[in-house]
């Protein structure tokens, strides 16, 4: 099939997906109270933290963050943890699997995984448009810092990006499903990981340097917590290639793992019935 | 429904129990991967604590308790506790609205027991015992390491705050989840409420503005599923306030399953089969 072709079953696919999401408005849209409860949730501890850190010690900066430049990180990651791939996608590719679905995907002329990709763009866009706009709502009552205009461009391909890493990062440790009857325990844990070890609690700096030494060799920094302080200009351009170059070898690596990973699992896969 | 009925339901409880144990029984995978996952999530979160205490030594706000290391410890071992037994006992809250809206509820009312009963009943699930097994270690070694105080009466205080109090909060989210019967599919509100829960048990709510504390007692109890249990176990707390703490809880479970009763008659007014 030529590549125009191919490209525009895909994007049929995404919006087909758009219009799925749209059939179940109301329920989506309440999936957003997501955002404020997390929010506040972090803020009030952080809160006492930072009053505390100041009547201690004198205290304002913790981590390289004062206290409204941490509130406004943890909106930004938490509106990229909530946009790009974890739950829903995992349980999709369990349940294709596991139930048979998978079957008459393999009989169409698509590949599975790019038809997961392209499905989850809408909502990952919708979640995202979301979020800023809570975001620019909550900065009519917080002052919270506007990332400037240089800094929304350089977020544009580190967020591409990371919805690569996460998308791999999550369809691979669905695909375990081919050997793993209910393996949501996996899901479970790499949803952690990426979310703690991400940076997607607390900024990774706050951890002790060991920690954040090793922390910066795992790819789930990419997913949330470069894209935030990216966008919160904590970066000057010039010292973003190095950190660009590393994501998209770990971007390669996954997608290498990802076909392994497809190409053992397809071999294995039986669909009986009919 | 009659004393009798109550009884007689409640004996089939044990069989249900056995069931649940020999489904897990069936994929042993899963008991690894729930002790597996529980370990992991105790670790990331007493490194997500070991982080704010590297920073400042004890958190306190505007309770009167102060939170260190060894608390906060406690803290997650408890969350562990709770939710693993809320797993356990409580997993089939989230399968109400779908058991409404997709698969249907005839089966469950013409058997001779409560709908909302068999539900809870069919969905129980002997994994969560692991993550209450993981997280009393943790407990434990909390206990241990940084030399907490407990006493075998405080325990069973705590034990019994904590089961009221979860019952009070699953009760309330069991009302949450019979509004399908009137606006369909409502993932989106369990997801608020999850969201709360999911967010604040982790938290100790006591250094939390006294408006949020109310919030969290009254309004959506998730107080009851690691703060108050950890003061009451750890003796932070006074005896009469440790009284207090269960005689809210106990007035929330009554208020709730009066509710429950109330939404489940008039849902199921409402409600029609449909298929065949």
């Not at chain 1, 509106?79 to 048979?100: F, H, N, T």
């Not at chain 2, 997993?91 to 009963?117: C, K």
Request: charged content about 10%; hydrophobic content about 55%; some cysteine.
């Amino acid at each position: 099939m030529p590549f125009s072709l191919r490209l525009e079953s895909y994007l049929a696919v995404a919006r087909i997906s758009f219009r799925n999401i749209r059939q179940y408005t109301t329920d989506f849209l309440t999936h957003f109270a997501f955002f404020p409860v997390q929010i506040i949730a972090m803020s009030l501890v952080y809160w006492i933290v930072y009053q505390q850190a100041w009547i201690l010690n004198g205290m304002t900066v913790i981590g390289g963050f004062t206290f409204p430049e941490l509130i406004s990180y943890l909106f930004i990651a938490i509106i990229i943890a909530r946009a790009l791939p974890r739950w829903q996608l995992s349980i999709e590719v369990e349940r294709d699997i596991d139930l048979g679905p998978l079957v008459s995907y393999l009989a169409k002329p698509i590949d599975y995984a790019s038809f997961k990709f392209f499905s989850e763009i809408p909502r990952v866009l919708i979640y995202l448009l979301f979020g800023i706009l809570t975001y620019l709502v909550t900065l009519l009552f917080i002052p919270l810092p506007l990332p400037s205009l240089l800094n929304v461009l350089l977020f544009i391909p580190f967020f591409v990006i990371a919805y690569f890493i996460s998308f791999l990062l999550v369809f691979t440790v669905a695909l375990s499903t081919f050997w793993v009857y209910r393996g949501w325990w996996l899901r479970n844990l790499i949803s952690l990981l990426m979310l703690m070890v991400g940076g997607g609690l607390i900024p990774l700096s706050f951890f002790p340097p060991t920690l954040q030494f090793v922390f910066g060799l795992l790819p789930f920094q990419y997913c949330y917590y470069i894209p935030a302080i990216i966008l919160q200009g904590f970066y000057l351009p010039e010292q973003l290639l190095p950190i660009a170059l590393l994501s998209l070898i770990w971007l390669v690596v996954l997608w290498l793992l990802a076909r392994f990973v497809w190409s053992l699992g397809r071999r294995k896969y039986e669909g009986p019935g009919g | 429904m009659s004393y009798k009925d109550i009884i007689r339901q409640l004996r089939l409880l044990p069989e249900y129990i056995r069931i649940s144990f020999l489904q897990i029984a069936e994929n042993k995978i899963q008991l690894f991967g729930a002790f597996f996952t529980t370990s992991i999530n105790l670790v990331l979160y007493i490194l997500f604590w070991g982080v704010i205490t590297y920073q400042i030594p004890v958190l306190t706000g505007f309770g009167w308790v102060t939170w260190g290391q060894g608390e906060l410890t406690f803290l997650i071992g408890m969350t562990e506790v709770a939710w693993g037994f809320g797993a356990f006992a409580w997993m089939g809250i989230w399968q109400i609205h779908w058991y409404i809206t997709e698969i249907g509820i005839e089966t469950f009312q013409i058997r001779p027991a409560g709908s909302i009963y068999q539900i809870l009943a069919t969905s129980l699930w002997a994994g969560g015992l692991i993550q209450v097994v993981v997280g009393g270690i943790m407990l434990s070694l909390s206990v241990l390491t940084f030399g907490l105080i407990v006493t075998p009466f405080s325990i069973i205080l705590g034990v019994s705050a904590l089961l009221i109090g979860q019952a009070a909060l699953y009760l309330l989210w069991s009302c949450l989840c019979c509004l399908a019967f009137w606006i369909g599919k409502n993932e989106g509100i369990l997801t608020i409420s999850d969201a709360l829960e999911y967010n604040f048990a982790r938290m100790p709510i006591d250094i939390m503005p006294i408006g949020v504390q109310y919030f969290l007692l009254f309004v959506f109890p998730v107080i009851f599923i690691s703060t108050v249990p950890t003061m009451i176990i750890l003796n932070l707390i006074p005896l009469n306030f440790t009284l207090l703490y269960i005689g809210i809880a106990s007035l929330l479970v009554i208020i709730w399953l009066i509710f429950l009763r109330i939404i489940w008659s008039r849902g199921l007014k409402h409600y029609q089969p449909v298929g065949g």
